[in-house]
């Protein structure tokens, strides 16, 4: 069964943390996308990558940053976390298609719901 | 980006069916999917079509595509309890777009007996 596994289900954190949030996949997927889910707004894409050590903005990546040393691994920071980054965060990954395919489904971990106080 | 738009709430009795529709505006998007999100769960794929394909049937679940009107719906047969969720329509923009989807806000089912 594919897998992608986030590290944590709930985290609370104080403003002004640096706080991690861990993905791991175990599909060999070349992309690999990071998300915060709002009520009413949907599925917002903070920042992707598409292969080791590379990384691209999505729409709202302020405040964000990120790090994929390794294929099956992407993490996302807060480098200082604030009030209005609580949310759900979902990590997911995908192959990039080819072969004359472009089925890019995206896999999705279960969510980090992350709090800040 | 492109927009995705889908009406947030819809509530239907059990055994009904359900339709939930989806507007996109990207003509070039390739495949378009229906992901289904239960109660503090991560996003599940329901089912998907081909941007050259009209209709695409699987068991329960019908997905209607009209690419004129770039309007894509998701009919679930005889809905059940179970069908509670929150349902995202996401489009795939085309070879350019590193594998990216563009999601809708969802839409909130409700099952009532």
């Known amino acids: 069964d594919v897998k992608v596994t986030q590290s944590s289900r709930y985290l609370v954190k104080r403003t002004g943390e640096k706080v991690f949030l861990e993905c791991v996949q175990d599909m060999d997927h070349e992309n690999m996308f990071w998300y915060r889910q709002d009520p009413g707004l949907g599925l917002r894409l903070i920042y992707f990558?598409?292969?080791?050590?590379?990384?691209e903005k999505g729409d709202i990546p302020e405040g964000y940053s990120v790090s994929r040393e390794k294929k099956e691994r992407f993490s996302l920071i807060l480098e200082s976390a604030s009030t209005n980054q609580t949310s759900m965060y979902l990590c997911a990954s995908s192959d990039p298609g080819g072969g004359g395919s472009w089925n890019t489904e995206a896999f999705f971990g279960q969510g980090t719901r992350l709090t800040v106080v | 980006g492109e927009d995705v738009e889908q009406s947030l709430f819809l509530s239907v009795r059990e055994g009904d069916s359900s339709v939930i529709n989806c507007t996109y505006t990207?003509?070039?998007?390739?495949?378009l999917y229906w992901y289904k999100q239960e109660p503090g769960a991560g996003l599940q794929l329901l089912t998907y079509i081909f941007s050259n394909m009209d209709m695409k049937q699987d068991q329960r679940l019908t997905v209607l595509l009209n690419k004129k009107d770039k309007h894509l719906s998701l009919r679930i047969a005889d809905t059940q309890t179970g069908d509670s969720a929150i349902y995202f329509c996401a489009e795939s923009p085309g070879p350019d777009s590193w594998g990216k989807l563009q999601f809708g806000a969802g839409t909130q089912v409700v099952v009532t007996p």
């Open positions: 990207d003509s070039s998007s390739t495949y």
């Open positions: 990558s598409y292969d080791v050590k590379m990384k």
